[in-house]
C-alpha cells in the first residue's frame, strides 16, 4: 500500500486529500480521502467518504476459469502442476 508516495500501513493515519494505492485482487486501486471517519462505521457510508480514481478494468482481461470434468476425482500432483502453470503460479 501506498500513501501519498510512500510506504504506508493498514494503521497508517490519514487525513483528508491524501492519495492511496493499492492492489487489491490483483487490480490497482487508486483513492483520494474527502472526509476522516472517527468510528467504525457500514460500508455504504464508508464509501462517500473516499473518491475512487482506479483505472476502469475490463471484464475481458479477468483470468479463465478451470474447471475440471466431474467424477474425475482429485488431481494428481501432475495435473496439479500443470493448472498451476496456467494459472501463472
Do not use: Y
Request: charged share 35%; hydrophobic share 35%.
Amino acid at each position: 500500500m501506498v500513501v501519498n508516495g510512500g510506504v504506508g500501513k493498514s494503521a497508517t493515519a490519514v487525513k483528508v486529500g491524501d492519495r492511496i494505492e493499492a492492489r487489491i485482487a490483483q487490480r490497482q486501486r487508486i483513492v483520494v480521502v474527502a472526509r476522516v471517519i472517527n468510528k467504525r462505521v457500514g460500508a455504504p457510508l464508508a464509501a462517500e467518504c473516499l473518491v475512487d480514481h482506479s483505472p476502469v478494468v475490463d471484464r475481458d482481461t479477468s483470468p479463465p476459469v478451470f474447471e475440471r470434468e466431474r467424477g474425475s476425482g482429485r488431481p494428481t500432483k501432475r495435473d496439479r502442476r500443470q493448472i498451476d502453470r496456467l494459472r501463472g503460479n
